[in-house]
Structures are given as C-alpha cells and as structure tokens.
C-alpha cells in the first residue's frame, strides 16, 4: 500500500490540486492559520524537532535541529527553498510542485514564522519553466488571499516570497552555490564553514530546505511532532516520494512509509522488472549514489539502512536496472554528466572528470587495457574526499562501487574491441538531465 500524506489531498487518480481554492477546500492554510494564531516561533520549532523529520534533499540532515542553529537576533535572515532537482533519476519536487504548490507554500511560509524570516525564495530549476510560471501564479494568488505580503492572515507577521529561475546547472542544488546564484554571481560552492545558518545569503544567517522537507512540515504543524514521528521508523520519521525508473513495469512517484522494504516498493508499487528479465543492479539514491545489488533488495527504505549497506537514499532517486544494463556503459554516461555539470572551481573534480569521462570512453568502447583499470582508481582516489564539494566526491561513487561488484565485466571491456555485455543504451546526456530516463 502506498502511504499518503503529503500526497493525501490529490483525487483517487492523482488530480493535482493545484489552484488556491482546490487546496482551500481541502483544508489548506488551516496548518499556517494554527502556527501564526496558536503557537509562538519557537513552538513550531520545537514541532519539527519533535517529529524527526529529516531533509528530503539529500543528506539527511535533521530540519528542526537545522533551524535552530539560526543565531538569535541577527536580522535580516532567509530561507530558501531549494526546488534545483538536477539528480539523475529524480523528478519527485517536480511533481509536488506540479500536484500541490500551494503545500510546498504553506510549509515555507509556516517555517519562515518559525524562523523570524521576512523574505523567503523559491530557487527553482531553469528546465522547470512551467513549474516556476505555476509558482508565481500561486504565489500571486496567496498574496491576494492574504497569505503573503503584510499582515498575513490579519496577524503582526508579514512575508515575501520570490521565486527564482536558475539557468540549468546541477551544481546550483548545493546549497552555498545556490545561494552564490541567487545573489548574481557565478553558481559555485563556498567554503564551508562559516555555513548558511550563520552566513547565507547576503552574508546573513539562512537556512535552505528541500521542497520536500517543506512539504511535510504543515503536516508537522496540523497533527504535532509526535504524530508524526509515529510514522516510519526511529531514525526514519514520515514517508518519501520516492522516483522509481529504469527496467520497470510502472515507474513513477511512489510515496512509501520509511522503513518498508525495497522489494516492496519494487515488487508491488512497481510492478517488478520488465517482463522476462532480471534485476541486476539498483541506485538507491539518484546518480551520485553507490550500486546496490540483489541481495540489497529487502533493505529497509529508510536512511540508516541503506547507509549501512554502503550507498545513501539521497534525493530518493530509485533506479533498477536489469541484465541488459552494461555497468561500464551506465558508469560512463553517469561520468560524462558529472564532467560536464563540474563548475571547474576546484582542480581535483575538473580535471578528475575530465580524466574519469576519457578514461571510461575508451573503456566502454573495448579500446582500454587492463592497466588502466588501476588509472581509473587511481583518479577517483584522487578525487573521493579531496574536491570542495560533494560533487566531485560523487562523481566516484557509482563507477567505483560498481568497478568492485562487476569486476568482470570491466575486465571483459579492455581490449574487446566494443562493449562485449549489451547494446549500449542509446540515452543522451539531456536524457540524464531530464532525470528518469537514465537507462
Ligand atoms: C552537487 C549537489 C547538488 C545538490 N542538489 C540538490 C537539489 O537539487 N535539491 C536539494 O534539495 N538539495 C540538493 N543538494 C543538497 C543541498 O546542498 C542541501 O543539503 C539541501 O538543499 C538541504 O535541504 P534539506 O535539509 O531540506 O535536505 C545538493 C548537494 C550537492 C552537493
């Protein structure tokens, strides 16, 4: 059974509720009107602390303990919604965005109370045009509506919110990036620390929440931080969106409980494998994560577990691929997106991903010999924890996982002349950007 919760207001075939009166009649706004009449900054706060929920953006990293490192009485600060998604197989803010923008605003502007913000930003991928133009008119209509602006809802807090077109780089997700973006300037990751909550955006304390871990927070705030810790398990509080692609029979957005197991999202949400064919490998994770194996798929899907097996549940990105996946082939397409995504700041992921990208070309094409196997190693060694940011970390993360689970069929490319496992697959680089369509 696929849990509902942030996904509990759409109509039985999924209808999107996507105007200000549809989500009025659902009983949108009635979480904002709680916070703002009922409960203090702080109480919201302690909510969310309360619920354990933990950020849907890819790390992990608990909400409520993040809004708390916010320093008091500094002003002006900021919150920035993150809606970048340029994971590879992850398409899942898209759809909220899509079937519930006025949920992602209630939680923003519930947390922009919480947070004693006063401006608070939409970063919204630059392929997203229609979701971004969707944005802004609901963004118009809650501000007609008196949920944005002065005096919301008659009360003494007011808010702006502005939504913010990037122009197509996956690295504007990482956060200090982002807001290098945001600000005008070239998108490229700042040293950390100082860290947003104490130097963001215009040098001022910010915090950035994925569109997901917005989402849940009306929730949050409508049926109390214990309810909703009650969902999932410890660690693992709430449901995913999860994005499930690849050599399957249903791929889509499945919302899951936490903690149910992989198989089951596969098996039963899915549909299972395409007909006559066989798991062989599966991300967890979206593109950057390490591939999981068979043997993986009754893991528990929730962070911890999937963490203990060695990969991450990252942006929820669930990609499963069959026997006619060639792991030298999906290891080059998902390097040569890194290499082209690498903003060049740092010298280890631009000239590394040049270097994985070369390397891997010749591989995939037969014309590598065995040697060059420990080059490969050798580069991403180079790179695995010496780049300034994650994205050069993951750049290595699935070719060398899966160059240790499928040495073979590395060693069956050098010097075979072409891929000797299948047809490569025929996807394009802006397939990968489009994200789902990895395989
Ligand atoms: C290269 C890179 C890309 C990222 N892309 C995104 C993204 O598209 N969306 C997102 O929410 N977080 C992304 N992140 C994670 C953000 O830096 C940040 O941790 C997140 O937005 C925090 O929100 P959360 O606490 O709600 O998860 C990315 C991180 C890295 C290193």
């Avoid at 501000?143 to 939504?163: E, H, L, N, P, W």
């Avoid at 198989?263 to 066989?278: A, D, I, N, V, Y």
């Avoid at 010298?347 to 070309?361: A, D, K, V």
């Avoid at 073979?408 to 891929?419: I, S, V």
Wanted: hydrophobic share 35%; aromatic share 8%.
């Amino acid at each position: 059974m696929e849990y509902r919760l942030l996904t509990a207001q759409l109509g039985p075939a999924g209808e999107a509720l996507d105007t200000l009166l549809a989500y009025e009649k659902a009983g949108g706004y009635q979480a904002l009107r709680k916070a703002l009449t009922g409960m203090t900054p702080d109480e919201v706060v302690e909510e969310v602390k309360a619920s354990g929920l933990r950020g849907r953006g890819g790390a992990g990293f608990p909400t409520g303990t993040k809004w708390s490192f916010l320093p008091r009485g500094v002003l002006p600060r900021y919150l920035c919604c993150n809606a970048d998604e340029s994971e590879p197989g992850c398409f899942k803010d898209r759809y909220l965005i899509d079937k519930l923008p006025h949920q992602l605003l209630e939680g923003l502007l519930i947390a922009a109370y919480a947070l004693d913000v006063h401006t608070a930003f939409i970063y919204i991928r630059g392929e997203y045009r229609r979701q971004r133009l969707l944005l802004e008119r609901c963004v118009e209509e809650a501000r007609a509506a008196g949920y944005i602006g002065k005096s919301v809802m008659g009360t003494d807090f007011s808010c702006d919110v502005i939504v913010h077109g990037g122009a197509g780089a996956y690295i504007c997700g990482e956060e200090t990036a982002l807001l290098s973006s945001l600000e005008g300037s070239r998108g490229e990751p700042r040293l950390k620390p100082p860290f947003p909550a104490v130097k963001g955006l215009y040098g001022q304390p910010t915090v950035v929440n994925n569109v997901e871990t917005l989402s849940n927070v009306p929730h949050i705030v409508a049926r109390g931080g214990k309810w909703f810790a009650g969902i999932g398990v410890e660690r693992g509080t709430g449901t995913r969106l999860i994005c499930a692609s690849g050599h399957i029979q249903r791929p889509g957005v499945y919302e899951i409980e936490m903690g149910r197991p992989i198989r089951e999202l596969l098996e039963e949400h899915c549909g299972g494998m395409l007909p006559g064919h066989q798991l062989k490998a599966f991300q967890p994770g979206g593109g950057s994560m390490q591939v999981l194996l068979p043997k993986d798929i009754d893991l528990p899907l929730d962070f911890d577990s999937v963490q203990k097996a060695g990969s991450s549940l990252g942006a929820g990105a669930m990609v499963f691929m069959d026997e006619t996946a060639c792991m030298v082939n999906v290891s080059m397409r998902l390097v040569d997106f890194y290499q082209h995504e690498s903003c060049g700041k740092c010298t280890p992921c631009r000239e590394g991903t040049y270097f994985e990208s070369r390397l891997m070309h010749r591989l995939e094409a037969g014309q590598a010999d065995k040697a060059e196997l420990a080059t490969l190693a050798d580069i991403c060694d180079n790179m695995d924890g010496k780049c300034f940011c994650p994205l050069g970390d993951t750049a290595t993360w699935f070719v060398m996982s899966a160059y240790r689970a499928f040495r073979d069929e590395f060693e069956q490319h050098c010097g075979a002349g072409r891929c000797p496992v299948s047809m490569p697959a025929t996807g394009s680089h802006e397939d990968l950007l489009m994200a789902g369509s990895l395989l």
